[in-house]
């Protein structure tokens, strides 16, 4: 079979937020000599006749999606995955049921086009850092590509997300002390492994994008007027901001949806501000003081005409509870929004259709949610 994605290398580059120099994407490069943050910088192709001819998967959209040789791709088959309406405070949201994916969470769509340029790279180990749910993602893709990999995590990271980790093959380490100090770690470990980071690698952005791509097929090649998600370190904001501008610019959509950023009040830097004063929360996967790509965040949300809510403590455990009730077995981190919703409803116009999605599966933080649901 013929490769469906030519001409790959002709069509983007690396290039750097801050002082504006660019790189080959043949180079194993995850930030500038200057110290910032890469874009990629790549024009995407879709073929709409092709693409509803593929399987049902996220690599449906391959001609959309940066990998140059087939042969480098890792995938268990993920995406494409159902979305269900739920009715919260009398608003009607179609959620993304991203807590299907293989290793339990909507990373694996960055984990599954990271791990294949890494595989296309030809790098033979990698270090990553994670709140659990993205290092099981990476750990889990480079298990199946035959690669060797550090998963770094901070030490009160829910224990059956550890053993996930350890369960794949990779080494685990469990940092004391803060997200940040798990992340300063991890970096001093980069600067002779190369970084697998779903958070300054740009090519995680270019997998969690495939969310907006799947959303507006699944609503007849239509926008959703809102999204609502967590925000923690921003890889599903900032990949589905990415994935709905690039449907814009092919002209198969005519807006972008408004983006709702919900924090938890408890860690909300982005909402109140780096200065504020932070606490651990019960939404572990958005525990991030200090987002690497935060104002890339506010940006985009900006952009949308979007706005920043944030939930309490109370207000997460109550709708966790609430969708547990209703069969959806979700870690807390995924209750997020649904807190947010009850929160906005009657007070703001959610301009419909409203999307969310669940980023994470209760089993990734049982022994947590059996606790909280107890009162414990």
């Known amino acids: 079979m013929p490769p469906l994605f030519l001409e790959a290398g002709d069509r983007m580059m690396l290039v750097c937020k801050t002082c504006r120099n660019t790189y080959k994407t043949s180079e194993p490069r995850w930030r500038c000599e200057c110290g910032s943050l890469l874009d990629l910088d790549f024009q995407p192709r879709f073929d ?15 001609d959309a999606i940066p990998i140059d040789d087939d042969a480098s791709i890792v995938s268990f088959n993920e995406g494409f995955t159902p979305i269900k309406e739920v009715e919260i405070a009398g608003i009607p949201v179609l959620f993304k049921l991203d807590h299907l994916f293989p290793s339990g969470s909507f990373k694996d769509r960055g984990a ?5 340029k890494i595989k296309e790279l030809g790098i033979r180990r990698v270090v990553e850092d994670s709140s659990g749910n993205a290092g099981s993602a990476v750990a889990g893709y480079c298990a199946m590509a035959g690669i060797d990999c550090d998963i ?35 970096l001093e470990a980069a600067t002779h492994t190369y970084y697998a980071s779903h958070t300054w690698n740009p090519w995680f952005f270019h997998g969690t994008k495939t969310f907006a791509f799947e959303v507006c097929e699944q609503l ?56 504020a004063n932070f606490s651990a929360t019960i939404a572990e996967g958005i525990a991030v003081a200090q987002p690497v790509r935060g104002q890339e965040i506010i940006d985009a949300v900006r952009d949308s005409e979007g706005f920043f809510v944030t939930v309490s403590e109370d207000e997460i455990l109550r709708s966790l509870k609430e969708m547990v009730s209703q069969g959806f077995y979700i870690e807390p981190t995924s209750a997020v929004v649904c807190a947010a919703i009850s929160q906005l409803a009657g007070k703001t116009d959610l301009q419909p259709p409203v999307v969310s999605l669940f980023t994470g599966h209760g089993l990734k933080a049982a022994g947590k949610i059996v606790k909280l649901l107890a009162g414990g």
């Open 48 to 62: 709409i006749a092709k693409i509803e001819a593929r399987m049902p998967s996220m690599w449906r959209y391959r």
């Open 112 to 116: 599954s086009v990271l791990v294949s």
């Open 152 to 186: 770094f995590v901070p030490d009160n990271t829910s224990e059956s997300k550890c053993h996930q980790v350890t369960g794949y093959g990779a080494r685990l380490t469990c940092v004391p002390g803060t997200r940040e100090d798990t992340a300063a770690t991890a």
């Open 220 to 275: 007849g090649w239509e926008s959703p007027g809102t999204l609502v998600a967590p925000v923690g370190n921003g890889t599903l904001l900032l990949g589905a901001y990415i994935g709905f501008i690039e449907l814009m610019n092919a002209g198969i959509i005519d807006r972008i949806p408004k983006l709702v950023a919900v924090q938890a009040a408890a860690c909300a830097p982005l909402a109140l501000g780096t200065g």
